[in-house]
């Protein structure tokens, strides 16, 4: 059975940083990991992804303020999130397949 474990979101200040880790187990190979996020009465959007080859896809709207990449271990990612603004506030999801983590919020607020 996959499971991701997700963490490192929280309350940051407009400007801030931030860095979502997620771990995936069950797995015995490694695949595509991708960042989506959730903003109240809004529709589940992609925020990044990135292949085994650690080739990266960016939402429009993060470009240049996020950086996806993978850890060390086996099926790990990260989300480096800088210059956060408010429009930054959603639940953030990882995915791997079709398994989806649990969500971190990240609120971006003074």
């Known amino acids: 059975q996959v499971q991701l474990v997700e963490s490192g979101g929280g309350l940051v200040q407009p400007g801030g940083s931030l860095r979502l880790s997620c771990t995936a187990s069950?797995?015995?190979?490694?695949?595509?990991m991708s960042w989506y996020r959730q903003a109240p009465g809004k529709q589940r959007e992609l925020v990044a992804s990135?292949?085994?080859?650690?080739?990266?896809n960016y939402a429009d709207s993060v470009k240049g303020r996020f950086t996806i990449s993978r850890g060390n271990a086996k099926n790990t990612v990260y989300l480096q999130m800088n210059s956060l603004k408010s429009e930054d506030t959603a639940v953030y999801y990882c995915?791997?397949?079709?398994?989806w983590g649990q969500g971190t919020q990240v609120t971006v607020s003074s």
């Open positions: 069950g797995l015995t190979g490694n695949y595509a």
């Open positions: 990135i292949t085994t080859a650690s080739s990266t």
């Open positions: 995915k791997i397949l079709s398994t």
